[in-house]
Antibody
Framework: EVQLLESGGGLVQPGGSLRLSCEASGFTFRSYAMSWVRQAPGKGLEWVSIISTSGTNTYYADSVKGRFTISRDQSRNTLDLQMNSLRAEDTAIYYC???????????????WGQGTLVTVSS | EIVMTQSPATLSVSPGERATLSCTASQSLGSNLAWYQQRPGQAPRLLIYGASTRATGIPARFSGSGSGTEFTLTISSLQSEDFAVYYCQQYNNWPPYSFGQGTKLEIK
């Protein structure tokens, strides 16, 4: 059974930093692209970032480019999101999502974690 | 960037009836479109990929159709657990992987 378990969310002040983690199990982690998707309170889904199987290639939404960094640890089967210079508009539930493909292109998301809430407020 | 537009924003349907949800892309996607269901307080769940292929474990009452820029999700004979928000997502031109704004399916 595929499981994705996010952690690291919480309350942070504007301009602060937070690191989210996602522990994956039930599939061959190193064989799939992985992504983060967020959802602001009462709003729709917004794709945030994706990382290739090797971790070499990464892509970001314009809204987070230059502030967020996605990474993966194949030895621990974990996906991370380092978030810096946080803004109020980054407040959202952040979901870890498994890509459908071993390549970074053309992915839909076939499994999702339950999400972790990030609140950016003073 | 491809813009995904879903209609209607809210759809009111009685249990047992059929629901038809639409998704329109600003550029052709071929068949690279997925549908997700999100129940209140839950994570999204993949329903359909490749515009018309049901994901593992998805009941046959869910069906997807379309190609290019126009796509449809049909739910025949609505069950109580089907009342939720539905999102389409394109994966043809990226980044970004864009989602529609969602259609809320509510009980009439």
């Amino acid at each position: 059974e595929v499981q994705l378990l996010e952690s690291g969310g919480g309350l942070v002040q504007p301009g602060g930093s937070l690191r989210l983690s996602c522990e994956a199990s039930g599939f061959t982690f190193r064989s799939y692209a992985m992504s983060w998707v967020r959802q602001a309170p009462g709003k729709g889904l917004e794709w945030v970032s994706i990382i290739s199987t090797s971790g070499t290639n990464t892509y970001y939404a314009d809204s987070v480019k230059g502030r967020f960094t996605i990474s993966r640890d194949q030895s621990r089967n974990t996906l991370d999101l380092q978030m810096n210079s946080l803004r109020a508009e980054d407040t959202a539930i952040y979901y870890c999502a498994k890509g459908s493909s071993p390549v970074i292109a053309a992915n839909f998301f076939d499994y999702w974690g339950q999400g972790t809430l990030v609140t950016v407020s003073s | 960037e491809i813009v995904m537009t879903q209609s209607p924003a809210t759809l009111s349907v009685s249990p047992g009836e059929r629901a038809t949800l639409s998704c329109t892309a600003s550029q052709s996607l071929g068949s690279n479109l997925a549908w997700y269901q999100q129940r209140p307080g839950q994570a999204p769940r993949l329903l359909i990929y490749g515009a018309s292929t049901r994901a593992t474990g998805i009941p046959a009452r869910f069906s997807g159709s379309g190609s290019g820029t126009e796509f449809t999700l049909t739910i025949s004979s609505l069950q109580s657990e089907d009342f939720a928000v539905y999102y389409c997502q394109q994966y043809n031109n990226w980044p970004p992987y864009s989602f529609g704004q969602g259609t809320k399916l509510e009980i009439k």
